[in-house]
């Protein structure tokens, strides 16, 4: 999977660009604030369709500006345009080949991983980023995890206002029944999917974290369920889709008095987590910030091997900034596999933290205010 050309209009500091990209590794090296990151933002929209930082679809638009469009030449098993229109106002609009497309076909025709110094939300963050880090990697492979999911917050929110006129408005608890059906059928085959995603991961993450630290130490990706939260540690159990389906129904009957009162749900794959495990212990709570990172790196790292397992082919890496970010192992270790296999966007601020191994086989692109010039 390879993305040729990227074009610009309007989008951020780029009046109009258009960049052709190398199939292997692509540098882009510019001071501060001068686009560069950009570039891997409008990227990343092409695979997933949304932004990897802005809060607001709008803020991608060039000031002054009512529209803007970013399009791509990709290539799976042939070469495809991907286009998106982002307008101040009303949605945005995706077109696969000139032809419209919903948001979530949109996704997973062309895919990424992006490795950025914001990564660390993944350990120390909240739940909520590590379950949307879950819901868009498995959205990418899985076309009909993204229609799932929809559809899962569909029942949510509806049960959710069901919940609330039983608790303050007197309405019969029995109009949930139907609910609640749908609740534990939708949810138990995205919680299936999630365990599923998080074992693949675990296992690869945890090879690649062999690696980099030497094997010193041992790496878990844990899948912790909502109905296992208040386990401090999960157990590292590998759920399946029957037990999924019979601790969930279990789960909602429990919270039933409670969910009567509060009038909202608190059962669901809403609120999964998941966690990073070194050597038995939980990272977001004792890892140090090495560790954490680490993890990360070797989490983003095994992404790769589990899109390539799952759809065939290797995603193309995004790399914001990784440098100022790694030591000097960690660092080496990375670039060590940006073997030719894998095609690479890399930014940075100073291009010779790069070894000239890498730089001289690379396509160099100099960034500044706006306007991408390459280097010959
Ligand atoms: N909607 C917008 N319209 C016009 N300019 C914008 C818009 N959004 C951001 N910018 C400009 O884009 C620039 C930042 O771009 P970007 O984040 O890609 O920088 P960078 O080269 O990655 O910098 P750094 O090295 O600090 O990460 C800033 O100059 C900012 O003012
Ligand atoms: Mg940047």
Not at 50 to 70: C, G, N, P
Not at 268 to 283: A, K, S, T
């Amino acid at each position: 999977m390879l993305i040729r050309e990227l074009r610009l209009l309007n989008f951020r500091n780029y009046k109009t660009l258009s960049v052709q990209f190398d199939p292997q590794i692509n540098i882009f090296a510019g001071y501060n604030a001068q686009g560069k990151t950009n570039i891997l933002e409008a990227i990343y929209l092409l695979a997933m369709g949304r932004s990897f930082r802005a809060v607001k679809d709008s803020e991608m638009i060039t000031h002054d500006q009512s529209y803007s469009l970013v399009s791509g030449q990709v290539t799976t098993e042939a070469t495809h345009t991907l286009e998106l229109v982002l307008k101040r106002s009303g949605p945005k609009q995706f077109r696969f080949n000139k032809k419209d497309l919903p948001h979530k076909e949109f996704v997973g025709v062309f895919n990424v991983v992006l490795f950025t110094p914001d990564d660390l939300y993944l350990v120390k963050g909240s739940p909520g980023g590590r379950r949307r880090f879950l819901d868009w990697e498995i959205s990418q492979v899985s076309t009909g995890y993204r229609s799932l999911l929809l559809d899962y917050y569909k029942v949510l929110q509806h049960r959710n206002s069901l919940l609330k006129s039983i608790a303050f408005e007197n309405q019969d608890p029995k109009i949930l029944e139907v609910w609640d059906q749908q609740l534990v059928e939708l949810g138990s085959r995205l919680m299936t999917a999630r365990a599923d995603m998080i074992h693949k991961l675990g296992l690869l993450s945890r090879l690649m974290h062999r690696q980099i630290s030497d094997g010193r130490e041992d790496l878990e990706l844990r899948y912790v369920p909502f109905f296992a939260a208040d386990e401090r540690i999960s157990d590292g159990h590998k759920y399946d889709s029957q037990s999924i389906r019979s601790r969930f129904t279990e789960a909602v009957a429990s919270f039933r008095t409670a969910e009567f009162k509060r009038g909202y749900s608190l059962v669901g794959p809403h609120r999964d987590d998941f966690q990073f495990v070194i050597n038995g212990v939980d990272l977001k709570t004792f890892g140090s910030q090495g560790q954490q990172r680490t993890a990360i790196l070797a989490c983003r790292l095994a992404e790769l091997e589990y899109m390539k397992s799952e759809t065939g082919s290797y995603p193309t890496i995004l790399l914001d900034d990784v440098t100022s970010e790694l030591d000097q192992q960690r660092k080496h270790f990375l670039l060590r596999l940006l073997t030719k296999k894998i095609q690479t966007v890399i930014t940075t601020t100073n291009i010779s933290d790069f070894e000239p191994d890498l730089t001289n086989g690379a396509k160099v692109f100099h960034v500044s205010a706006g306007k991408v010039q390459e280097r010959r």
